[in-house]
């Protein structure tokens, strides 16, 4: 059964004409995504690593910001700062992430957001046929093209901005 959704981040991907796929993450008792989402993306045919998490943080004069990146890698607080030119910057607190992004924690993409949040491009974001992005509803994330996200991404300053 194809499952149906409707989000600012669906919106966009229907009125851009890309085709996307509902992926359902069940959540646990405590509404927490689970922690098998490893094991859930390699029975349907997809990449763990191509999972591209949002990461928001917020610097110390530039506000939030958003880093879109794959795979395992920590973001590099040292390239980010630079990048930014902040001598300070921190991850989002939980209750901060709707506040910046408008969407819950372990539900937000890297598009559909907001106008005045910035968005960094991690380079990992560029290595992937297939990705699979936050819905912007939590339980469910959407698996597109990479060169989709990459074109919706376009924008947006690419660098490299984790650990290696």
């Known amino acids: 059964m194809r499952v149906t959704l409707d989000s600012p981040v ?7 004409h890309i085709a996307f796929e509902v992926i359902e ?7 927490k995504p689970i922690r ?13 690593q191509s999972v591209v998490r949002s990461v928001v943080f917020k610097g110390e004069h530039t506000g939030f910001s958003l880093l879109a990146v ?18 300070k910057c921190r991850m989002a607190e939980y209750d901060e992430v ?20 910035r ?9 992937y046929d ?7 509803v ?3 994330a959407l698996a597109l093209s990479g060169s989709d996200l990459q074109a919706l991404l376009s924008a947006y300053p690419v660098g490299q901005f984790v650990k290696v």
């Open 36 to 48: 098998s989402l490893e094991e859930l993306l390699t029975a349907q045919g997809l990449d763990p």
């Open 98 to 117: 709707p506040e910046a992004t408008g969407y819950v924690v372990g539900a937000v993409p890297p598009i559909a957001l907001p106008a005045g949040l």
């Open 119 to 127: 968005v960094l491009v991690d380079q990992s974001v560029l290595s």
């Open 138 to 140: 939590l339980g469910y």
């Open 70 to 87: 794959t795979g395992a890698g920590r973001a590099d607080w040292a390239l980010l700062r630079a990048h930014l030119s902040e001598r």
């Open 25 to 31: 993450i069940p959540l646990s008792e405590d509404k």
């Open 10 to 16: 669906t919106r966009l991907l229907e009125q851009q």
């Open 130 to 136: 297939r990705v699979v992005i936050g819905s912007g």
